[in-house]
């Protein structure tokens, strides 16, 4: 399998790292990348082919995966519309939609498309994957090794779901630190230094997050594990439901989800 990137930033480099460290061949791998230095660091880092022009790698491409910006998207489609014979699109550009994407490669519609999360820096991402009715078998799982290689996947079957997803993986790292830089703050105030803080609340939700993956329990029971009547927990749970934190977090939630279907309609303007 050829693998045509279209975009050098810090995605596709994890999933080019990724691969390469599942034994994928650096020679099966070309970069387009209008940044001369990304490229040398691209070719430096990873061996593999880089370009400033969309060209002949595209051509002899399996896979053309898309990285680059959403805003980019549709002048660069219209650029690969005559380089696609029956190569797979895969597209990791935030809330273009297939159909738009469709229209912008001149009908073309083996795409399938994809919403990782940064995780996939340290190969630790969760990725959901959207195919259309186009997309054989066979390519799906072409696109599902592709993303293999940075964390574990998933295949939502309504692209409208992508929305939901962006809204709870894609942005969910950023909540995550948002609650950890909050524990933080707090170990602050009660008189710990800020490398015991960040040693402390680092742990706490990696540890957390293990447990609750390898019990397979549900995060309510173990929550309720840790909370001892008249307890320390208890009492800091019930400063937290008295605020309603729980109810304002997964409207917070929705509302991102609202926020990327209305970016998906902008985008689709063009």
């Known amino acids: 399998m050829k693998i045509a990137f279209i975009g050098g930033g810090n995605m596709a480099r994890a999933l080019i790292g990724g691969l390469l460290q599942r034994g994928f061949a650096a020679e099966a791998i070309s970069v387009v990348e209008i940044d001369a230095q990304a490229r040398a660091q691209l070719s430096g880092q ?3 082919r880089v370009g400033e022009r969309l060209g002949g790698d595209v051509e002899e491409s399996d896979v053309v995966l898309l990285a680059i910006k959403p805003q980019q998207l549709h002048a660069v489609a219209g650029s690969l519309r005559g380089l696609l014979r029956d190569q797979l699109v895969v597209s990791i550009a935030a809330g273009v939609r297939t159909a738009d994407l469709t229209r912008w490669l001149g009908g073309y519609a083996r795409i ?3 919403m990782p999360n940064t995780a996939a820096l340290v190969l630790a991402g969760v990725s959901a994957l959207y195919a259309g009715p186009a997309v054989s078998a066979a390519e ?3 696109a599902e090794a592709i993303l293999a290689a940075v964390g574990t996947t998933l295949w939502v079957p309504q692209e409208e779901q992508m929305d939901a997803v962006t809204a709870v993986s894609g942005s969910g790292p950023a909540y995550v630190f948002y609650f950890m830089e909050a524990l933080q703050e707090a170990a602050r105030e009660l008189g710990l230094g800020p490398d015991e803080a960040r040693r402390l ?8 997050a293990r447990l609750a993956e390898q019990s397979g ?11 001892s009547k008249g307890g320390t927990t208890e009492r800091a749970l019930a ?10 977090f997964i409207e917070a939630v ?16 063009n």
């Open 217 to 227: 329990e549900e995060p309510a029971l173990l929550r309720e594990r840790v909370t």
């Open 254 to 269: 929705k509302q991102a989800a609202a926020r990327s279907s209305e970016l998906g309609e902008q985008l689709g303007t």
């Open 239 to 248: 400063c937290m439901n008295d605020d309603q934190l729980k109810r304002k």
């Open 112 to 114: 399938v498309r994809v």
């Open 201 to 208: 609340s680092l742990q706490t939700f990696v540890g957390a």
């Open 140 to 142: 799906r799982q072409r």
């Open 46 to 48: 990873f061996a593999v």
